[in-house]
Nanobody
């Protein structure tokens, strides 16, 4: 099992930026995509972004497209989520995740079986 630890969340004013990080350890994540999801109270877990192992395929959820950049540093087993022009509706717990299978880039939470504990992002208006 891979262990994932997110960091970088916090309180920010609308229009601000945050950079989330996710550190992977334990089982190798070589050849695995990495995804970011978010969940706010009373809502389902929502897809935010995914990046494949080589960084050549990236996808974003519609609600964050144009404001968010996902990247990864495979040498350090890190994945990042740069979020700009944050809005109050971005308030949520953000999770990084690893899919069940190598070489796939799923957009749905049920395709992932390793999750971090999450980091809270709160955007004030």
């Amino acid at each position: 099992q891979v262990q994932l630890v997110e960091s970088g969340g916090g309180l920010v004013q609308a229009g601000g930026s945050l950079r989330l990080s996710c550190a992977a350890s334990g089982r190798s994540v070589s050849m695995y995509a990495m995804g970011w999801f978010r969940q706010s109270p009373g809502k389902e877990r929502e897809f935010v972004a995914v990046i494949n192992w080589t960084g050549t395929y990236i996808a974003y959820g519609d609600s964050v497209k144009g404001r968010t950049t996902i990247s990864r540093d495979n040498a350090k087993n890190l994945v990042y989520l740069q979020m700009n022009n944050l809005k109050p509706e971005d308030t949520a717990v953000y999770y990084c995740a690893v899919p069940k299978k190598q070489s796939v880039t799923p957009l749905y939470a049920n395709a992932y079986d390793s999750w971090g504990q999450g980091t809270q992002v709160t955007v004030s208006s």
